[in-house]
């Protein structure tokens, strides 16, 4: 069973980067579309961004669009989510799923904040 581990969140200031990863264990990595979700204090869950079997093929919320890039390496079983030019609305618990996602392959998370 496909297990999957979010980390690299933390506080950064408006404008600022961050780099998440998502590790995988327990499966082959490159069988699923992966994709990246988030969600803000009182908030629903929110699709981010995903990222086909092969990487050749990436979607992205309108919110984030030119300014988040999703990538993986199957070879080291990771999902990335490079956010640049972050903005005090980004702030949530980011989590990555198989897509379709199951219940039982959501993470704990890591936490995002952007704040000045």
């Known amino acids: 069973q496909l297990q999957l581990v979010e980390s690299g969140g933390g506080l950064v200031q408006p404008g600022g980067s961050l780099r998440l990863s998502c590790a995988a264990s327990g499966s082959t990595l490159a069988n699923y579309v992966i994709g990246w979700f988030r969600q803000a204090p009182g908030k629903e869950r929110e699709g981010v961004s995903c990222?086909?079997?092969?990487?050749?093929?990436?979607d992205y919320a309108h919110s984030v669009q030119g300014r988040f890039t999703i990538s993986r390496d199957n070879a080291k079983n990771m999902v990335y989510l490079q956010m640049n030019s972050l903005k005090p609305e980004d702030t949530a618990v980011y989590y990555c799923?198989?897509?379709?996602?199951?219940?039982?392959?959501w993470g704990q998370g890591t936490q995002v904040t952007v704040s000045s």
């Open positions: 799923n198989k897509v379709p996602t199951r219940n039982d392959y």
């Open positions: 990222i086909s079997e092969s990487g050749g093929v990436t």
